[in-house]
């Protein structure tokens, strides 16, 4: 028995040796075996995450969009890529996850995540009315426009300078299947759809 606990601690530790954490557990990132060119990640709960993976020149390699619910694990091959150095790059609503991959002769080398606040409006969508929070982000006139699916205007507005304004929207009369409210203020754009 004392074996058997000896042998699942020290293999406990080499994939733990591999893992790179961001924030409490939302995103786990990982060589997916050891001496691999594999990384995977795992997420704990409903996320959608933007991932891409970059040269070291900053030329995207791949763009993905994926959609977690509940728990998900998803492995990327990264075999076929020379040796040299990249950036994995994770984004939610809420943060930016950046992580440097070394690619060597058999394996990769993943770093540290450095994590990144991102403050953005925010919508949310209970029952029939959809909230806009602006959240503190946005800085002198906000336009407001939205879109249905066939990216025809349906509503288009300009607000006054106090970011910290929320709007609500009545969309149980609309026929659309789902809105795209686009947010610009101060040379930034944030965009949201939300499927009615």
Excluded at 5 to 13: A, D, K, R, Y
Excluded at 34 to 39: I, Q
Excluded at 136 to 152: A, D, M
């Amino acid at each position: 028995m004392k074996k058997l606990f000896n042998f699942s601690l020290v293999i406990l530790t080499v994939f733990m040796a591999n893992v790179a954490k961001a924030d409490d557990m939302e995103l786990l990132v990982k060589v997916a075996k050891e001496n691999s060119k594999w990384v995977s990640f795992i997420t704990n709960d409903s996320k959608q995450f933007d991932v891409t993976l970059y040269t070291a020149n900053d030329d995207v390699l791949y763009q993905d969009r994926v959609k977690t619910i509940g728990n998900k694990f998803q492995t990327y091959d990264l075999s076929s890529l020379p040796e040299g150095s990249y950036k994995l790059k994770m984004e939610s609503n809420s943060k930016l996850i950046t992580y440097q991959i070394e690619i060597k002769t058999d394996n990769a080398v993943l770093s540290q995540p450095v994590v990144t606040e991102i403050k953005r409006p925010v919508f949310i969508k209970e029952n029939n009315m959809v909230t806009l929070d602006l959240n503190g982000v946005c800085s002198g006139e906000v336009e407001l426009v939205i879109y249905n699916e066939y990216n025809e205007k349906l509503h288009d507005d300009v607000y006054s300078n106090d970011s910290k304004v929320a709007k609500k929207f009545d969309v149980s009369k609309t026929l659309s299947k789902e809105l795209t409210f686009v947010v610009r203020s101060a040379g930034q754009e944030y965009s949201e759809t939300i499927k009615l």
